[in-house]
């Protein structure tokens, strides 16, 4: 499936965006979808995903009460209402599509599509 993130761009702090991601021409339907981050120099980590098997939300500690992950089956898109932004939440954001197992939510490797990433950057 191929995926497209959008939405991201210049805030500053305590500011909001809400990013999106699409698959046109497919489905996220019989995929977990997740948003992770890659600040300069860093690892990707994970943010927040829904998963497929028990329709569950989880989201990483850090963003926790922030941050809003949503599922729009019938416009085919995945979105991440980002409230209260830190400068420390500047990162390139990415969606990503696979089949993980809980214990495997976070972990980058679980996900096999990506979408090319959208420039969150929070400064004053």
């Known amino acids: 499936v191929q995926l497209q993130a959008s939405g991201g761009g210049l805030v500053q702090p305590g500011g909001s965006l809400k990013l999106s991601c699409a698959a046109p021409?497919?489905?996220?339907?019989?995929?977990?979808v997740a948003w992770f981050r890659q600040a300069p120099g860093k690892e990707r980590e994970f943010v927040a995903a829904?998963?497929?098997?028990?329709?569950?939300?989880y989201y990483d500690d850090s963003v926790k009460g922030r941050f809003t992950f949503s599922r729009d089956n019938a416009k085919n898109t995945v979105n991440l209402q980002m409230n209260s932004l830190k400068p420390e939440d500047t990162a390139v954001y990415y969606c990503?599509?696979?089949?993980?197992?809980?214990?495997?939510?976070?972990?980058?490797?679980?996900?096999?599509?990506w979408g090319q990433g959208t420039l969150v950057t929070v400064s004053s």
């Open positions: 990503g599509a696979g089949r993980p197992i809980l214990s495997s939510i976070s972990m980058p490797s679980s996900y096999g599509y």
């Open positions: 021409g497919g489905s996220f339907g019989s995929y977990t």
């Open positions: 829904k998963l497929l098997q028990n329709h569950r939300t």
